[in-house]
């Protein structure tokens, strides 16, 4: 990710900028902005967005929002995220559909799951840095996955820690204690 600007960017600065359909996050009031996803990371995003939204709507569970959705980490210094895919529980949340993300401009609530997509261009720091924010605000899941190795690591989150409950390769089929009922086949997503 690229830096945009030499100004830090404070909360009320930040609700000032006009909408935009760019993908970036920022990071202590740095604007960081990436290169467009590849094609094969928004196939494997849809897919996965595709079964999680699926199963969630058919069951009134609560709400699954592709990215970009800005996630608010802190206020000061401003920090947010915008992982690929999150899951809002309606019991958690209160989210059941979209009159309840009507004139939403970011996200405060913490998802019970974020779905973040690797890159060639993610170092093990940045996801590092990403999974202590999404702990630090009481995500509870996380699944980290790799187009490359064809894997999906579901990490179990709290504040002091993660775990890695389960890495599952194209022959596994995932299962998710946030969604104790969702099962996903790997070959699905990467076949």
């Not at 990071?27 to 590849?38: E, H, K, R």
């Not at 990490?155 to 390769?169: C, H, Q, V």
Request: with cysteine; glycine share 6%; aromatic share 6%.
């Amino acid at each position: 990710m690229s830096s945009i600007g030499a100004k830090r960017l404070t909360f009320e600065k930040w609700m000032a900028l006009p909408e935009t359909k760019q993908r970036y996050e920022i990071v202590d009031g740095a604007m960081l902005m990436a290169p467009a996803p590849t094609a094969d990371h928004q196939w494997i995003m849809f897919e996965i967005s595709v079964r999680l939204r699926s199963f969630v709507n058919e069951r009134d569970l609560g709400v699954v929002p592709p990215a970009p959705v800005d996630l608010l980490i802190q206020r000061e210094p401003l920090r947010t995220r915008q992982p690929d895919i999150l899951y809002l529980s309606a019991e958690r949340t209160g989210m059941r559909g979209r009159s309840q993300l009507r004139g939403v401009h970011f996200l405060e609530i913490p998802p019970d799951l974020v779905v973040e997509v690797l890159s060639l261009s993610n170092s093990r720091r940045d996801t590092d840095e990403r999974l202590a924010d999404y702990k630090r605000i009481g995500v509870l899941e996380c699944w980290l996955v790799s187009p490359e190795a064809e894997t999906i690591e579901v990490l179990r989150l709290s504040p002091g820690e993660s775990s890695t409950e389960a890495i599952f390769g194209v022959d596994g089929t995932l299962i998710s204690e946030v969604l104790s009922e969702f099962t996903l086949p790997i070959r699905e997503i990467f076949g």
